[in-house]
């Protein structure tokens, strides 16, 4: 079959076509015919090896990745079931979290995967799984959002950005967006009932109070982000770190952990969805939110299967509106 794999840590461009042999269901496994899979921050985190911390903690690979093929989001179409699989059959349309996406088909368990909502195309549906669960347990899980609440969603035109706006407006709260100029009329479109442009005023210098922040840039100072919280509002910390950092993001997100116990308002960092994390009930939710039309995947950019290296490129560099995708088959 044809895949993108990676042999070594380095930058996108380690990234190349290959043909491999093609995986096998075996007992409990799901074996997927990739139509289309989604580029999140986490790929090219896995690609580069960082935070270089994650190595020592074994999920990348200490020396080399750990894995030969990238990806972890996909849509498609299952093509067979292993001994002891229910519930899910050849011919299921189907969208998750199926290791090993970049390729034209990967196996995973059917606890990571939900139907693909029919209204969807399956480059829609490979925008879901990783951006659409981390923001729903950003805002709602995490965060708590209540109807009539003040969010605001700093990064709101990003992946989990323009999923998290929905999903706390489908929850009754008043959303903030924060984004670039070039996002403003997007991020409005989703639902936001105001937009800060970052280039142009800064949203903890603006005297307004929310009652939940999603952060999902970084690099802030805590206080200023509490400085923009109600006395018993909730900030909600996703993201911060670059290529290169010993830490990444989870230096930032341990002083979070590490102010919340002296302060009354509430500091959680977000813990990021893995796909071997407990994800079927939120995939659920969100499709499910989906199909009511209360939610919509933005899809930034598409690339082919043998542009991958580009795709990841593209997501890296901070500037994606949105998904960007990969059309496999």
Not at 44 to 67: I, Q
Request: charged share 20%; aromatic share 4%; glycine share 14%.
């Amino acid at each position: 079959m044809k895949a993108i794999v990676q042999e070594r840590f380095g930058p996108p461009d380690v990234l190349r076509p290959a043909e491999i042999e093609s995986p096998a269901a075996g007992p409990d496994q799901v074996l997927v015919q990739i139509h289309a899979a989604a580029v999140n921050p986490y790929d090219w985190h896995m690609l580069r090896g960082d935070p270089y911390v994650a190595r020592l903690l074994g999920g990348v690979g200490l020396t080399r990745p750990k894995s030969l093929v990238a990806g972890i989001d996909a849509a498609g179409e299952v093509v067979a079931v292993g001994a002891g699989v229910d519930g899910v059959r050849p011919g299921d349309q189907v969208l998750g979290f199926c290791p090993g996406a970049f390729a034209e088909f990967a196996c995973t368990t059917p606890g990571l995967l939900v139907p693909k909502p029919a209204g969807l195309g399956f480059e829609e549906a490979a925008a879901v799984p990783m951006a659409a669960v981390t923001a729903l347990r950003g805002i709602r899980t995490v965060g708590r959002a209540q109807a009539g609440q003040r969010v605001l969603v700093n990064g709101a035109a990003g992946g989990i950005g323009t999923f998290a706006v929905q999903i706390a407006v489908s929850l009754g709260a008043e959303v903030t967006g924060v984004c670039s100029t070039r996002n403003v009329e997007l991020v409005r479109s989703l639902g936001a009932a105001h937009v800060v442009d970052h280039t142009r005023e800064d949203f903890t210098e603006r005297g307004e109070r929310y009652d939940l922040i999603l952060d999902n840039v970084g690099g802030r100072p805590l206080g200023l982000l509490r400085r923009a919280l109600t006395p018993r509002g909730t900030l909600v910390a996703n993201g911060g770190g670059s290529p290169g950092h010993v830490f990444g993001a989870m230096g930032s997100l341990l002083r979070v952990v590490a102010a919340d116990p002296f302060v009354r308002q509430r500091l959680r960092p977000l813990v990021p969805t893995v796909p071997d994390g407990p994800v079927h009930e939120d995939l659920l939710a969100v499709t499910a939110l989906i199909e009511a039309g209360r939610v919509t995947p933005v899809v930034d950019r598409t690339y082919p299967l043998a542009d991958t290296a580009a795709g990841v490129r593209h997501v890296e560099q901070g500037h994606a509106r949105g998904k960007t995708v990969i059309t496999v088959a």
